[in-house]
């Protein structure tokens, strides 16, 4: 099967490659719909769509938090808009639109009443239901301190134990559960990954669609190097309880938080577990502090942090692989078949693409490109490359290499082809 990404530019000259220009093709809703059908055409054809259902996986991740975040925090309003009325037009049966931002996104902000409306009238239009769903269990409103549990009951998803087959074994240690997520309590977290145990909590939205799209917002990422095609599935996922992110501890310790040991440290991460214990009540936030106390006094690199956001990562990005593993091959009983499952596509956002501190702090970089992949390895490994990115460097890249072996690869560019 051959693996393809095509890539178009939004962009004449290079002297047009900036943040203004970029930002009003945003705001061209006719020509945002023209580049998307000439990125995707001969390729996601109306045969393909027409009387199906389609999960259409955006990145949602959060709110705005600052003014740059309406460019390259999410998949952008107006180009999702477009590719949703691109895909309308070919007929689909219904339109899944869903995804699990982290458990303090505050939806509604997230979310506005003009897109919304938008959405509602789009639908109308073409006579075919948009349902909108958010796939969290989980949500946490860190301003106010209130957790809500079991938004989606456990009914609405389907738990794959992948045992052996995860990324994760090679890290899993048999007297001690390392495996950490930020906000989250370890002990819940201990159950679902262990020796011989890796279990993910998969919406069953993505077993009742006959094609899935991600409509990925193209950024750096802290924990392993960029999210796109491959990262933006982790959404799929809808109980962070389920999604090892780091391992506590040092490097000399089995654990990817930071390099060396270091006692200030070990007693910070020693808070922040009890603190995670107590989300929700009064003492949580006041455990916190001491727990960042600590970790101020163990005189931490800028780039270091208590979530492992730092080049040393040795965990997201095995938990991410693990899941791109479930979305291609995996079955609605609970299990890996041998041979693919599903149609899955992307069609990347990188008009403005995200850079520095990403994912939940970028800056803006005007990138200038839409792109289109039926397989997120490539797509993940030419995104890598625009964006300067050493791929031996970054291990999810570096193993997504391999799932590339066999296949017949070609990447156009304006429609030029190489193979």
């Given at each position: 099967m051959e693996a393809y990404t095509n890539i178009q530019t939004t962009y004449t000259y290079t002297s047009e490659l900036n943040e203004d220009n970029m930002a009003t093709v945003y705001s061209n809703e006719e020509y945002l719909k023209e580049i998307i059908s000439t990125v995707m055409s001969n390729h996601l054809t109306k045969e393909?769509?027409?009387?199906?259902?389609?999960?259409?996986?955006?990145?949602?991740?959060?709110?705005?938090?600052?003014?740059?975040?309406?460019?390259?925090?999410?998949?952008?309003?107006?180009?999702?808009?477009?590719?949703?009325?691109?895909?309308?037009?070919?007929?689909?049966?219904?339109?899944?639109?869903?995804?699990?931002?982290?458990?303090?996104?505050?939806?509604?902000?997230?979310?506005?009443?003009?897109?919304?409306?938008?959405?509602?009238?789009?639908?109308?239009?073409?006579?075919?239901?948009?349902?909108i769903k958010d796939f969290r269990r989980v949500i946490f409103n860190t301003e106010i301190n209130q957790l809500e549990q079991d938004k989606n009951t456990i009914e609405d998803f389907i738990i794959f134990d992948i045992g052996e087959k995860s990324y994760l074994e090679n890290v899993s240690d048999d007297s001690r559960s390392l495996f950490r997520v930020t906000s989250y309590d370890p002990s819940r977290l201990a159950i679902s990954h262990k020796k011989g145990t890796h279990k993910y909590c998969i919406t069953k939205e993505l077993?009742?669609?006959?094609?899935?799209?991600?409509?990925?917002?193209?950024?750096?990422?802290?924990?392993?190097?960029?999210?796109?095609?491959?990262?933006?599935?982790?959404?799929?996922?809808?109980?962070?309880?389920?999604?090892?992110?780091?391992?506590?501890?040092?490097?000399?310790?089995?654990?990817?938080?930071?390099?060396?040991?270091?006692?200030?440290?070990?007693?910070?991460?020693?808070?922040?577990?009890?603190?995670?214990?107590k989300i929700g009540k009064d003492s949580y936030k006041?455990?916190?502090?001491?727990?960042?106390?600590?970790?101020?006094?163990?005189?931490?690199?800028?780039?270091?942090?208590?979530?492992?956001?730092?080049?040393?990562?040795?965990?997201?990005?095995?938990?991410?692989?693990?899941?791109?593993?479930?979305?291609?091959?995996?079955?609605?009983?609970?299990?890996?078949?041998?041979?693919?499952?599903?149609?899955?596509?992307?069609?990347?956002?990188?008009?403005?693409?995200?850079?520095?501190?990403?994912?939940?702090?970028?800056?803006?970089l005007p990138l200038g490109i839409v792109a289109f992949s039926n397989n997120s390895a490539l797509m993940d490994i030419v995104a890598g490359y625009l964006m300067g990115m050493n791929i031996e460097k970054i291990p999810l890249l570096k193993n997504a290499v391999k799932w590339l072996e066999n296949k017949e690869i070609s990447v156009s560019l304006n429609k030029k082809k190489y193979n």
């Open positions: 393909k769509i027409t009387g199906k259902k389609i999960l259409l996986k955006p990145n949602w991740v959060s709110h705005n938090k600052v003014e740059k975040d309406e460019v390259c925090l999410r998949t952008n309003d107006a180009f999702l808009l477009a590719a949703l009325e691109v895909l309308l037009q070919m007929q689909p049966k219904e339109i899944v639109l869903g995804d699990a931002p982290i458990q303090g996104c505050q939806w509604n902000k997230m979310l506005n009443t003009e897109f919304l409306s938008k959405v509602d009238y789009l639908s109308k239009k073409y006579g075919i239901y948009v349902n077993f009742d669609a006959d094609v899935v799209i991600t409509v990925p917002k193209i950024k750096t990422h802290q924990k392993v190097g960029l999210t796109n095609a491959l990262k933006i599935l982790v959404g799929v996922n809808g109980d962070k309880d389920f999604l090892p992110h780091h391992r506590r501890g040092s490097i000399e310790e089995g654990g990817d938080c930071y390099p060396n040991k270091n006692l200030f440290r070990k007693l910070s991460e020693n808070i922040l577990d009890y603190a995670n214990t006041a455990l916190l502090k001491i727990s960042n106390i600590f970790w101020r006094i163990s005189r931490p690199n800028a780039e270091q942090n208590l979530a492992a956001g730092w080049y040393g990562n040795d965990t997201t990005w095995r938990m991410v692989l693990d899941i791109n593993q479930i979305v291609l091959y995996g079955k609605s009983d609970g299990t890996i078949a041998d041979n693919l499952q599903r149609e899955l596509y992307s069609l990347c956002d990188g008009i403005i693409a995200g850079q520095g501190n990403g994912p939940l702090n970028p800056e803006p």
